[in-house]
């Protein structure tokens, strides 16, 4: 009997989700309102999956939504669309038609792995635990007064970042005394130091600081971004996944040399 290998291998991942979350169906005001967030942070939304919310559109509203405008808009913009979610039964065909995905209701989605985007004419509110705030706000301050103070820029977290948490240290170096889990986000205006497994989505000089460093223990990202140039670890030739790396730019090419 003659052994066969499987030709693909299927199994389950913590991904961090992007949910858009509409209270309007402008486009331009969409637009405008994506482009202000982007603006504190440009490389915050690179090439990030995002799932739009309709649950707090009426059926007039959701007639009128421009799903093929609002798909080109995303893609633009560099958001990767995964799907619609919560859309009425009016909505349904033309979602279908115009492209989009149609995914389960919200109940069945975890909030510890989303992080909403909600838009309306007079608001713009950014949480990664959306249906927790309370929570996600007190756990942040908590790690924005760990080791930071007027007189020190940058930021120092000595705990493990976990899946769902985004960190951003603005104005200077992200230091990470622990690791980074799989499905979080740590951003950096200057260098990010990890001092364990660096897992996730890691961007270091998001306001364009092509010196940034990205410096690590063990090399296990999923995206890698310095100053607007990116790269995917699984489409890297690199051999030192897993193993303690230094990442740099150099002619606008990332490159990843081994630190001992």
Known sequence: MIATQSALELKGEMLMLNVLRLQDVDIELIETTLQQKRAEAPLF?????????CSSLTEEQGSQLDLRALRRLLVKMDFVPVG????????????????????????????????????????????????????????????????????????????????GQQIYAKNGDLIILSQTSAGSEVMADGSIHVYGPLRGRVLAGVKGDKKARIFCRSLEAELIVIAG?????????TELKGKPAMIYLEDEKLIIKSIK
């Open 45 to 53: 939304f690179v090439q990030s999956p995002v799932v739009v919310d």
């Open 84 to 163: 619609l979610r919560n859309v009425s039964n009016a909505m349904l065909a033309a979602s279908i038609t115009a492209g989009w995905n149609v995914l389960r209701a919200s109940a069945k989605q975890s909030p510890k792995q989303e992080v909403t985007i909600e838009l309306s004419e007079d608001t713009f509110v950014y949480d990664e635990m959306a249906e927790e705030k309370k929570k996600k706000e007190a756990n942040m301050a908590e790690f924005a007064n760990e080791d930071q103070s007027p007189q020190k820029q940058g930021l120092t977290i000595e705990r493990p970042i976990r899946s």
């Open 229 to 237: 140039c990116y790269q995917l670890l699984d489409e890297s030739d």
